[in-house]
């Protein structure tokens, strides 16, 4: 078992596992990316560790190892083209390590030393410059690879794939991202995903240049899933179908599809007695206990400096914490702008970019554009606790933002028995207890920035009216609303959060809210425990959290 003072991976992730993790204890501080964590290290088994071992790695995609040898200027002039890899300055070595590693910053400043991340980096080039076999697979944890090196290889594979390849000189010396750029949670068991987002911020800067709305391919297969009434396993008939590619481009594009698509599952929760609650508060740090939280937001750029996300029994009362704004949620709205992607030339606007609607006129009787993806949760049925494999279910769908592909391995690796969940997903979808959404993968949508808005004190028409105006104006929004209060965290284009905060205060001020806006800056969540920490197994019903 994990203790109070770290984290034993020895112990592979099961349901009795997450069980033991729901008993309230500092072990339920274990945020979600620890939790996928041990999912990926139970995937990777005990065949080999997540360390740098070029040989190895060489060995397991069937390619040759790394020469010693120097390249000579024919090999150079050769390869600079086909990876857009012409260094600011003429590589200089005895051997090919050398050689890369001349080209590289070498400042400590840009270029950390001790992360591993130098070794990581030089490995990658030598290998994109060398050639990787046509069957290799990003979304494979292969022997020979840290978490690192298993990002960047997926980060570089994903960005060629969407017509944006790395064009690695120019990113190396890049100055490091600025501080201000939001930390969001990757929720996926895929390499470029949870294990890699724990230390290195290089990737996510790497990351934020991805335009993966760029791929034609990734419009047809979202077109293909956006009507689908029940979860889909994307195959290579279903991308041919969408796409119309030869046998060859469908396994490839299928491949990409595993990263460029998210299923992401919305829970009613008042089907299952529940609801949220916002809380703001003006101290960044997180209380103890814990309680139901799901989810903890650090602020900046507003006298609030932190949003909690709880979950709490329908019967609850506020919870009593002063200097805080405190309103309950019984909604959730996902509402991704595909169309406001400017994936052409346009007057005034760069390819690549994002555009936004927010000071366009108001046009609610219009029908949503094709490309505005909308999903929202039911409200209609008031239920109570579901029996604890359900709640189990639950859990799963609710943390995991990724592939179905990869949704389904995650319950596998979670020892969820397979007749089971396909039977209570299908129960649960039916009763409306849970809906779902494909979307493009936000990491990968150059929506980096974020803001975040809370308004309260109005009327059910007129918190309906502002989560409307939000939806419609940016291309990412997330919101949770209740009768009098709601709450949205926008992504936005890096750089435009500081032009467009004004433009949402200005609309507030319009409408008489009470209301802040501020800017996110480091996200965390805990959505993998949190049903289990609210549970009594005893009394079989919720617990208050805010009575305990």
């Given at each position: 078992?994990?203790?109070?003072?770290?984290?034993?991976?020895?112990?592979?992730?099961?349901?009795?596992?997450?069980?033991?993790?729901?008993?309230?204890?500092?072990?339920?501080?274990?945020?979600?990316?620890?939790?996928?964590?041990?999912?990926?290290?139970?995937?990777?088994?005990?065949?080999?560790?997540?360390?740098?071992?070029?040989?190895?790695?060489?060995?397991?995609?069937?390619?040759?190892?790394?020469?010693?040898?120097?390249?000579?200027?024919?090999?150079?002039?050769a390869i600079e083209p086909s990876l857009d890899f012409t260094p600011f300055k003429y590589p200089e070595g005895n051997t090919f390590r050398e050689q890369v590693e001349s080209v590289l910053p070498q400042s400590p400043d840009m270029f950390p030393l001790d992360s591993g991340l130098r070794d990581a980096v030089i490995h990658l080039l030598q290998r994109l410059m060398l050639g990787l076999p046509s069957d290799f697979d990003p979304c494979q944890f292969y022997p020979g690879l840290d978490p690192i090196s298993s990002s960047l290889f997926a980060l570089s594979y994903i960005a060629r794939e969407v017509?944006?390849?790395?064009?690695?000189?120019?990113?190396?010396?890049?100055?490091?991202?600025?501080?201000?750029?939001s930390r969001w949670r990757i929720l996926t068991i895929r390499p470029d995903g949870a294990l890699s987002g724990r230390k290195h911020s290089f990737a996510d800067g790497i990351r934020s240049g991805i335009r993966a709305l760029r791929s034609d391919a990734l419009w047809q297969v979202i077109d293909l899933l956006r009507d689908a009434t029940r979860p889909v396993i994307l195959?290579?008939?279903?991308?041919?179908?969408?796409?119309?590619?030869?046998?060859?481009d469908t396994k490839r594009i299928l491949r990409s599809m595993e990263h460029l698509v998210t299923e992401r599952f919305l829970i009613s929760m008042q089907h299952i007695g529940l609801r949220h609650r916002c809380i703001f508060s003006k101290r960044k740090r997180l209380p103890w206990p814990i309680r139901s939280l799901y989810e903890h937001i650090e602020l900046s750029?507003?006298?609030?400096?932190?949003?909690?996300?709880?979950?709490?029994?329908?019967?609850?009362?506020?919870?009593?914490?002063?200097?805080?704004?405190?309103?309950?949620a019984h909604t959730e709205v996902v509402s991704f702008r595909m169309d406001l992607f400017n994936r052409f030339s346009k007057k005034g606007e760069e390819i690549g970019t994002w555009s936004h609607a927010a000071m366009e006129p108001e046009t609610t009787k219009t029908p949503r554009p094709k490309g505005?993806?909308?999903?929202?949760?039911?409200?209609?049925?008031?239920?109570?606790?579901?029996?604890?494999?359900?709640?189990?279910?639950?859990?799963?769908?609710?943390?995991?933002?990724?592939?179905?592909?990869?949704?389904?391995?995650?319950?596998?690796?979670?020892?969820?028995?397979?007749?089971?969940?396909?039977?209570?997903?299908?129960?649960?979808?039916?009763?409306?207890?849970v809906s779902f959404i494909y979307h493009p993968s936000l990491e990968y949508c150059a929506l980096p920035d974020g803001i975040l808005v809370a308004a309260w004190n109005g009327s059910r028409a007129e918190i309906d009216d502002v989560g409307l105006w939000l939806c419609r104006s940016f291309a990412y929004v997330r919101l949770l609303k209740g009768d009098t209060g709601l709450v949205a965290v926008i992504r936005l284009h890096e750089g435009t959060s500081g032009f467009l905060a004004p433009v949402i205060d200005s609309e507030m001020d319009r409408r008489g809210l009470e209301y802040f806006s501020a800017v996110p800056e480091k996200q965390s969540t805990y959505y993998m425990t949190a049903l289990g920490r609210l549970y009594s197994p005893i009394e079989e019903r919720w617990r208050d959290p805010w009575k305990t």
């Open positions: 078992m994990p203790t109070q003072t770290g984290r034993d991976t020895r112990r592979a992730p099961t349901l009795d596992y997450l069980h033991n993790l729901r008993i309230p204890s500092k072990t339920s501080m274990f945020d979600d990316t620890t939790l996928l964590t041990l999912a990926i290290e139970k995937s990777v088994g005990n065949n080999h560790e997540l360390i740098l071992d070029p040989d190895r790695f060489a060995a397991a995609i069937g390619a040759a190892q790394i020469p010693t040898r120097p390249l000579t200027d024919d090999e150079i002039k017509g944006t390849p790395i064009r690695w000189p120019q990113e190396l010396y890049k100055p490091p991202k600025r501080d201000g750029l195959d290579q008939k279903s991308v041919s179908r969408a796409v119309g590619v030869s046998r060859g750029g507003s006298d609030h400096l932190s949003a909690r996300f709880y979950l709490e029994p329908l019967e609850s009362e506020e919870p009593d914490e002063p200097l805080a704004i405190s309103f309950d505005w993806l909308y999903q929202t949760t039911s409200s209609a049925h008031k239920g109570c606790a579901p029996s604890e494999p359900i709640q189990d279910l639950l859990s799963v769908l609710w943390t995991h933002r990724g592939s179905a592909r990869q949704r389904m391995k995650l319950l596998s690796l979670f020892e969820y028995p397979g007749s089971s969940w396909r039977t209570h997903l299908h129960d649960l979808i039916k009763a409306g207890t």
